[in-house]
Each structure stands twice: as structure tokens, then as C-alpha cells.
């Protein structure tokens, strides 16, 4: 599996955007970036992904860098409810496929 | 929304006993999973199950792990004599085939006493 680096950790204020980035630079051609989160005391919960166009949703948008090296996570305004760890994974897009979780980065928000 | 439902919410045991967490994956899906986490450590992949048998399997998953869909809807990880090590929170999750999103129960903790 194609391995995602992360910072272990982050902060934000609450209110303001945070852009949380992950470098993939051995991502192969089928391979989409997923992001989920995990809430305190929670399982892992899926955010956004994509394969080379950025993207939105409700929750999140996602940032994809040209050569698909990197990507960012955005989230547009921060709240208390967003501290969580946030994973970037790398996944092929069809069902039936494991996650591989890495550490993740921990995001502390702040009131 | 639909959601993956996991029970019980906290099993405690003792060492040596057997346990079976339970788990009700999204009713459309094909493709299910277990994944464990220790206190303070990354999400660890188990097991994956599909067309009702065992399609991937890591090296933790050894030979008193089971995995069954006994029935249409509920999913069940057996550990036959459980060890100090194995407590954990156990995570279920479901996927289906057109869509890459797994969906994850809130998990089933175990202590193992």
C-alpha cells in the first residue's frame, strides 16, 4: 500500500479554516485519497475523497495538487466538534478493499 | 443516515473465555470488516469478509479469531479464549460496491480481566 505522511499534530482556533495537508508522493494512477476522521471515543468516520479534481461537501473540501503528491484537507470554519485525528488514506475505488491507518494528525481546537 | 450498529457497547471478561462481538452492517452492502484499536494506538486492520467467506486477513487474525454472518444481517467476530492483549475497541464496517466509503459502528470495547 502506497504510504501517506502526515503531521502528527495541529491547531486551530475555532471559527477559522484549517488546512490539514498529507504528502502521498508514491500515489500510483488508481489510487484515490480518502480522508476520515476519528472523534474522540468514536469510529473512524468518512470525510471526503477524491482522485484529481479538488472537491467539496458538506463537511469538508479537498485540495488535490496537480502531480497528486499532496493533497489538503479544508475544513472552512472550525469548531469545537472538529478535535479529532484526521487520516489520509490511500484507497482504489471499488468496495471490498481494507483502510490502512497511519497515525493520523490530531487536531486540537481551541474556544 | 444510514449507520453500522455494534453491541454490545463495552464487554468485559476474563482470561481464557470466549467472546462474540456482534455487529449489524448497512443492509445493502456486500463487503464487511473488523478492525481493532488499542488505547492509544492506530486503527489496526483484522479482517475482511465478502460473498460469505473470509476475503483478506491480517497476521493478528489467527486462529481464535472467527469471523460469521450467520444470518442476512448481523456479523459476528468470535475470539475463542481471549488474552490480556486483545483488549481493545473492535470497530465493524460496511461497504458496497459502487461506492469506496466504509462506514464504521461505533465500536464494541473489550476488557479482557
Known amino acids: 500500500d502506497a504510504k501517506t505522511t502526515q503531521p502528527n499534530s495541529m491547531e486551530s482556533n475555532e471559527e477559522e479554516p484549517v488546512h490539514l495537508p498529507c504528502n502521498h508522493s508514491?500515489?500510483?494512477?488508481?489510487?484515490?485519497i480518502h480522508w476520515y476522521r476519528q472523534l474522540p471515543s468514536q469510529g473512524p468516520e468518512y470525510v471526503i475523497h477524491g482522485l484529481t479534481s479538488n472537491v467539496n461537501n458538506r463537511m469538508a473540501s479537498l485540495a488535490i495538487a496537480e502531480d497528486r503528491k499532496s493533497s489538503t484537507l479544508i475544513l472552512h470554519r472550525a469548531t469545537l466538534r472538529d478535535a479529532a485525528v484526521y487520516y489520509c488514506?490511500?484507497?482504489?475505488?471499488?468496495?471490498?478493499?481494507?483502510?490502512?491507518f497511519g497515525a493520523g494528525t490530531r487536531l486540537f481546537v481551541k474556544a | 443516515e444510514p449507520e453500522v450498529t455494534q453491541t454490545p457497547s463495552h464487554q468485559v471478561t476474563q482470561m481464557g473465555q470466549e467472546v462474540i462481538l456482534r455487529c449489524v452492517p448497512i443492509s445493502n452492502h456486500l463487503y464487511f470488516y473488523w478492525y481493532r484499536q488499542i488505547l492509544g494506538q492506530k486503527v489496526e486492520f483484522l479482517v475482511s469478509?465478502?460473498?460469505?467467506?473470509?476475503?483478506?486477513k491480517s497476521e493478528i487474525f489467527d486462529d481464535q479469531f472467527s469471523v460469521e454472518r450467520p444470518d442476512g444481517s448481523n456479523f459476528t467476530l468470535k475470539i475463542r479464549s481471549t488474552k490480556l492483549e486483545d483488549s481493545a475497541m473492535y470497530f465493524c464496517?460496511?461497504?458496497?460496491?459502487?461506492?469506496?466509503?466504509?462506514?464504521f459502528g461505533a465500536g464494541t470495547r473489550l476488557s479482557v480481566l
Open positions: 464496517a460496511s461497504d458496497g460496491i459502487a461506492k469506496n466509503i466504509q462506514y
Open positions: 508514491t500515489i500510483s494512477g488508481t489510487d484515490y
Open positions: 488514506i490511500l484507497r482504489l475505488n471499488t468496495g471490498g478493499f481494507k483502510t490502512i
Open positions: 469478509f465478502y460473498n460469505n467467506e473470509i476475503s483478506e
